[in-house]
């Protein structure tokens, strides 16, 4: 089966940094994009960015387009999300998700999905 686990996610002030991982093991699926998701507590899950594996090209969700930033490793089979200027608003559980698609935004288009990692932005 497919894996796709995430690290860390952890506490932070507003306005600092972190990084989150995403790795994908196990069976080997058609990943064109791989993707990053949230939820914060009471809200429904919201895209963050994606990236096209192949190409690099990346898309963001305007919420967070110049503080975040979405890369992938293609030899470690890994995508990042870095995150700077933190907001309060940030905070949420963050998953990992690949698609067979080419940079949706849509979470309905991600067939694989991480278990999600926290990130609580905190003043």
């Known amino acids: 089966q497919v894996q796709l686990v995430e690290s860390g996610g952890g506490l932070v002030q507003i306005g600092g940094s972190l990084r989150l991982s995403c790795t994908a093991s196990?069976?080997?699926?058609?990943?064109?994009?791989m993707g990053w998701f949230r939820q914060a507590p009471g809200k429904e899950r919201e895209f963050v960015a994606a990236?096209?594996?192949?190409?690099?090209?990346?898309i963001y969700a305007y919420s967070v387009k110049g503080r975040f930033t979405i890369s992938r490793d293609i030899a470690k089979n890994t995508v990042y999300l870095q995150m700077n200027s933190l907001k309060f608003e940030d905070t949420a559980v963050y998953y990992c998700?690949?698609?067979?698609?080419?940079?949706?935004?849509?979470?309905?288009?991600?067939?694989?999905w991480g278990k999600g990692a926290q990130v609580t932005v905190s003043s």
């Open positions: 998700a690949g698609s067979a698609m080419y940079g949706s935004d849509r979470g309905r288009d991600y067939d694989y």
């Open positions: 990236i096209v594996w192949s190409s690099g090209r990346r």
């Open positions: 196990g069976r080997t699926f058609t990943k064109n994009s």
